[in-house]
């Protein structure tokens, strides 16, 4: 067992690699009833095109797969999940996003136990063309429930702005169509391509027994069959100019509801140095925009933005994007204003407001590790992009104004700027 | 570890709880003013935390306030607005970085200064709040009351409760209402803040590890010393209703939602009313419950149908997203699992598994500062001192008979129906 420890927030974590390659971190938070684990694999619905190692041709899975396969793991010949983990005491749920898919407990008693059935639910699919029809009508409705909200809208629409090819652009869930191809053979190869102990992960926070908890874990495994297909992603060569400048859509909505995104080109790096890019990224936008600039003074003042207004960039290996989202009557002005900042920034980008807004992260980090339900996503988050949460607040130790400075000359290129709209009808 | 909580009275009608503990790496601070929900007032209220949030005399704009706190470590001010039963809670909330990690010290002091000037030092002009402000918020709250058509989940859920208690003040809006704002000006706010300050129960709960907090230095004497505040009624609870409401509206939408609304009759300091906690969760309260199962894992109709028990006001709402198509047999399924609780239709494992997931998120209150803050002013707010422990006891002490009996009291008052152009409605009759 490793440990990993961090003085200056006093935080420590552990390490135990299981017998099947699964990596196991725990970090500890003594005094908390609450006991939160989330086995995580590191495929979302951006996982879709694959190469299957020993064999010539490449496979295309239905959009929508990795999230109609987090549904249907919850199915089992013998048990309900829902009811196995209430009885124990948990409340289990799991969620997929464009990178990763997440199966997860939070409970105040039986932790073994509600861990022993996660792996379970994780490790043992059970599809048959019954259940998977079943479920094509509840995720239908799930989607149709997403193609009523603005505020889903606009963001989709704004990656299929910025990304050409990139499956980012595809709706999580998949379309109507395309879960109607959904069926229990491409559900089998998904999953054996997708849930490879040696590529997921598990989280576990709380005040938990965890030299135990690894003995148990170990011999759980041991009883599932982990044969899995070994399948290399192929990636489509995303273009760096975008795909268009400006979408508007029509919804029953009260006030126009914008998203301006800016592409990033500097991708395909990973570790510290994306993390860095990433941290730096928002503190830009954080200086540039949050309630604190001239910016948002100026614009609040004129009644062009309200306190919707926001921003914040997101970026994985592959891909990765600034959006700057709010409500206003003049979306249009909002938007010009933005490129006037863009090509002349000195007069908001400023030292000293990137040390208020770096304090300021600093913390609400500090904050944010009050809940084991943040410390368990934001750890899983990095951890796929092979950086650990312990050390994330020391990154900013890092950071100076001359990297922030040219990382907003690379980054805040108005030749990459979308504008998304969904107005009102 | 948590401490019991700590009480006392600051002044006529303000009180401070204090709850200690080292578990978290913050401290929060959040002030309560508690209000009726009132038709004539509950605009004012809402515009009131935005007005007072623009700047005070110490910071003169919300950039300033901004950036002093950000200073501080991130301290994050917030304010809210919203409706518990039949009460208007005005909340101003502030949490900041506990100075043991961030080698800083006076921090707590200058929040507390931050934090009280934004309630009660506001920047005056002539002895009003800036004509700009207060034009400008009203602005912003027309924006916010409008905008709730765009989450039509929620939308639904608040027009359901709307039509359902028309004629009570549950069904008056948190956020007040857009022609009301016409003739609101600075004065007039300015003479609202004043009442409020004089005459509203303020409750104060700070959650954290500093135990030398000196609250009562940062409110001004003649707000300590007030002699008069005003009685905030209890909730009025309905029993029966005279007819059935049966409301469709239409909207460009992709799927339709269908709202119930259901009387209750037993109030929360009833014996009965725990037994109503355990059977709404068996109804619709869980992924285990009567409607998960039957309207979405077995007859596949929605994606979510939940059911919600509103405590102060008695009342159950149900909501479920449905395809247009279907909506008729989603109404009669619900309708099928509501009747299946007043038949003692349940099984002891249902009935078990409800309890669990009530005790589990009792449970979860300690570990979260919001929670531990909002389970203390609902304590306060019903007049009740009950532990977390009491609470379980009492959840693990009801029967079968007794759900059974509580839910005979449960009566359909209102159906409503979001739905679009050219779709059929649906049949309400039993």
């Known amino acids: 067992m490793l440990t990993i420890k961090n003085e200056r927030i006093n935080e420590e974590i552990y390490v135990e690699t299981l017998n099947n390659g699964l990596k196991v971190y725990y970090y500890p938070k003594t005094g908390f009833t609450k006991k939160y684990a989330v086995f995580s694999t590191g495929n979302g619905s951006c996982d879709n095109k694959f190469k299957i190692e020993g064999k010539d041709e490449s496979i295309t899975l239905p959009d929508g797969i990795a999230h109609f396969l987090e549904h249907k793991l919850f199915e089992d010949p013998e048990k309900d999940f829902f009811e196995k983990f209430s009885g124990l005491g948990a409340d289990v749920n799991a969620f997929t996003s464009f990178n990763q898919t997440s199966y997860l407990f939070s409970t105040t008693e039986n932790f073994i136990e509600c861990l022993l059935e996660l792996v379970n639910l994780v490790m043992e699919p059970f599809f048959t063309d019954e259940n998977v029809e079943k479920e094509k009508g509840i995720i239908a409705q799930e989607i149709q429930m997403y193609q009523d909200s603005p505020n889903w809208k606009v963001f989709f629409n704004l990656l299929d702005g910025l990304y050409v090819k990139h499956p980012i652009k595809i709706d999580i869930a998949g379309s109507i169509d395309s879960i109607s191809k959904i069926d229990k053979d491409n559900l089998y190869l998904a999953y054996k391509l997708f849930y490879n102990p040696e590529s997921m992960v598990l989280v576990l926070v709380g005040d938990i027994d965890f030299q135990n908890v690894i003995n148990e874990l170990n011999t759980e495994f041991a009883k599932y069959n982990t044969e899995r297909l070994k399948g290399i992603k192929i990636y489509e060569n995303e273009p760096t100019i975008i795909n268009k400048k400006r979408i508007e859509e029509k919804m029953s909505t009260s006030l126009p509801i914008f998203n301006i995104g800016i592409k990033d080109v500097n991708v395909g790096i990973t570790g510290k140095e994306a993390v860095k890019k990433d941290i730096i990224s928002n503190l830009i936008l954080e200086i540039l925009f949050s309630r604190s600039s001239e910016f948002y003074q100026e614009l609040y003042t ?28 003049n979306p249009d002005e909002v938007y010009e204003r933005i490129v006037k900042l863009f090509k002349n920034p000195d007069k908001y980008l400023t030292e000293d407001g990137f040390e208020r807004i770096k304090k300021k992260q600093i913390g609400q980090f500090l904050i944010g590790l009050n809940s084991v339900e943040y410390i368990a996503h934001a750890f899983t988050d990095l951890y796929f992009q092979d950086f650990l949460l312990i050390d994330y607040i020391d990154l900013y130790d890092e950071i100076n104004f001359k990297m922030i400075k040219d990382r907003f000359d690379e980054h805040f290129n108005i030749d990459r700027l979308c504008l998304s709209l969904i107005v009102p009808e | 570890m948590i401490e019991n909580s700590i009480k006392s009275k600051i002044g006529n009608g303000i009180n401070f709880t204090s709850i200690y503990t080292d578990k978290f790496k913050s401290n929060y601070l959040s002030f309560y003013f508690i209000r009726p929900l009132d038709r004539e007032d509950v605009t004012l209220n809402a515009l009131l935390p935005m007005v007072l949030s623009r700047g005070n005399q110490v910071n003169n704009d919300f950039i300033a306030i901004e950036r002093e706190l950000e200073l501080l470590y991130g301290a994050s001010y917030d304010y809210d607005v919203y409706k518990s039963g039949e009460k208007q809670i005005i909340k101003f909330s502030i949490e900041w970085a506990d100075s043991k990690y961030i080698n800083e010290t006076l921090v707590d002091d200058k929040v507390m200064e931050i934090f009280f000037n934004i309630i009660f030092n506001p920047l005056l002009n002539n002895g009003c709040f800036k004509e700009d402000y207060v034009e400008q918020e009203k602005i912003n709250l027309q924006r916010k009351i409008s905008s709730k058509i765009n989450d039509k989940r929620s939308y639904a859920i608040s027009r359901c409760i709307e039509e359902m208690c028309k004629t009570e003040r549950f069904g008056i809006y948190s956020l007040g209402y857009v022609e009301d704002l016409g003739e609101i000006n600075s004065e007039k706010l300015t003479n609202h803040y004043k009442k409020l300050i004089s005459e509203t129960p303020f409750e104060i709960i700070y959650v954290g590890n500093e135990k030398k907090l000196d609250i009562i230095k940062y409110i001004p004497k ?94 159950i709402i149900i909501d479920s997203g449905v395809d247009f198509r279907n909506m008729q047999r989603a109404l009669n399924l619900t309708n099928d699992q509501i009747k299946k609780l007043k038949e003692a239709d349940f099984t002891d494992n249902e009935l078990n598994l409800a309890k669990k997931e009530i005790i589990t998120s009792l449970r979860a209150i300690v570990d979260s500062n919001h929670s531990i803050a909002s389970h203390e002013l609902d304590n306060i707010l019903t007049n009740k001192s009950e532990s977390i422990d009491v609470k379980i006891n009492k959840i693990n002490a009801v029967k079968k008979e007794e759900v059974v009996e509580a839910f005979n009291r449960v009566n359909l008052d209102t159906i409503y129906v979001l739905t679009r152009e050219g779709e059929d409605d649906v049949d309400v009759n039993d």
């Open chain 1, 302 to 329: 004129e009644g062009l933005i309200d306190d919707q207004f926001g921003a914040y960039y997101t970026g994985k290996t592959d891909y990765g994007h600034s959006i700057i989202s709010g409500t206003s009557e």
């Open chain 2, 222 to 315: 003649h707000i300590t010393d007030r002699q008069f505040t005003i009685n905030i009624p209890r909730e009025v609870i309905r029993e029966k209703s005279q007819y059935r409401n049966h409301i469709v509206e239409r909207m460009q939408v992709n799927q339709g939602k269908l709202v119930l609304g259901l009387l209750t009759g037993i109030p929360y300091e009833d014996e009965l009313f725990k037994a109503l906690t355990v059977g709404n969760v068996i109804l619709g309260g869980s992924p285990n419950s009567k409607l998960f199962r039957e309207v979405r894992e077995k007859y596949s109709l929605a994606y979510y149908a939940n059911s919600i028990l509103f405590k102060h006001k008695s009342i």
